[in-house]
């Protein structure tokens, strides 16, 4: 029989195992996920192409997540995607606030800006999936005095130094870094008039106040269907599948040129692993969707169709990283702090 002292013993304890059982249920990791909108941060203005993405991608990933769930995008512009990829960072790990990001901020600004940025782009974050890739595209002023690829390229080519200004989405993105290899390409030498998104650089250029750009496709394909800027060849190794008609810069008088951008999916670092998996394994079944993947393919992204788990992100990120690094190398691209 339990004696009288340890029958009094096991009825004082009784509040404190159900304190620290209530305490174990309010931890993050134990209550439904998500319990709140979850925030869909971009480093850029509405219009340009990683808020396309991230517009296109917050619906269906709420949608993935439950019947109750909200995906709310939110833009944080400044300093190529660097200003909000340093906030995302100390941000509450409990997956509510998550990140669409691309090339300028997690590739090309770790390389070009003078002293490194403020957060490691690989080690300070979690990651959730990739999500597609996006050619870059040459467009065109359609005042511009030339039209076929070829032409275009020759009158760059053989311009007098500073004869042509293009217009970009900022100083340090990835249409400026574009540019300036297919100025050491072509042996010119153009003026950079840098804007603050994608929208914004289209239409300076429709406006004239800039003659020419590489935008990122996903930003321009509205504008060169709707014939506001004329696009003249992609960047990527291959033709791209929405635009058959528009040829390679390659393939149009540049070997070799190959320049992709992309946009991935990332958290703040320490996320608990099933909230890691629960956000990947909601954004893979949502880019396993035929309408989402068309709406991608029309906005100029193509949606990510290999393995694609937190690991594969990892490593495909570390990959880019160190590809652009080499890419800032050589075009000699700095930006300050």
Not at 41 to 54: E, F, K, L, R, V
Not at 180 to 209: C, K, N, W
Not at 268 to 297: C, F, H, S, T, W
Request: glycine fraction near 10%.
């Amino acid at each position: 029989m339990q004696s009288a002292a340890a029958h009094r013993k096991e009825t004082s304890m009784r509040p404190l195992l159900a304190l620290a059982l209530g305490l174990i249920l309010l931890t993050p990791a134990a209550r439904a996920f998500p319990d709140r909108p979850i925030t869909l941060a971009t480093g850029y203005a509405p219009g340009g192409s990683t808020d396309i993405a991230a517009r296109l991608l917050a619906e269906r990933l709420a949608a993935q997540l439950g019947p109750q769930a909200r995906v709310v995008v939110e833009n944080r512009p400044g300093a190529s995607g660097t200003v909000a990829s340093d906030w995302l960072r100390r941000q509450p790990a409990d997956g509510h606030t998550i990140m669409l990001v691309e090339s300028s901020s997690h590739a090309i600004a770790p390389s070009a800006v003078v002293g490194g940025t403020r957060y490691d782009p690989v080690k300070d974050f979690s990651h959730l999936g990739v999500i597609g890739l996006a050619p870059l595209v040459l467009v065109v002023n359609n005042d511009f005095p030339a039209r076929t690829a070829p032409e275009v390229l020759a009158r760059l080519r053989g311009a007098p130094a500073d004869a042509f200004t293009y217009a970009t989405s900022g100083v340090g993105s990835i249409p400026h870094l574009a540019v300036e290899m297919l100025a050491l390409d072509l042996g010119a030498r153009f003026v950079h008039v840098p804007y603050r998104s994608g929208g914004q650089m289209l239409t300076a250029i429709f406006q004239g106040q800039g003659q020419f750009g590489i935008a990122v496709l996903a930003s321009a394909a509205q504008q060169v269907r709707d014939g506001m800027v004329r696009g003249i060849a992609v960047t990527g190794e291959r033709r791209f599948p929405s635009f058959p008609d528009l040829p390679t810069l390659s393939e149009s008088g540049v070997k070799g040129y190959d320049l992709t951008t992309w946009n991935i999916l990332l958290g703040p670092p320490g996320l608990p692993d099933g909230i890691q998996a629960a956000l990947n394994r909601a954004l893979v079944a949502a880019l396993a969707e035929p309408a989402l993947r068309e709406r991608l393919l029309t906005a100029g992204v193509e949606a990510w169709d290999r393995p694609n788990g937190p690991a594969e992100a990892r490593a495909f990120l570390e990959r880019e990283v160190e590809k652009f690094r080499m890419v800032v190398q050589r075009t000699g691209v700095k930006l300050e702090p």
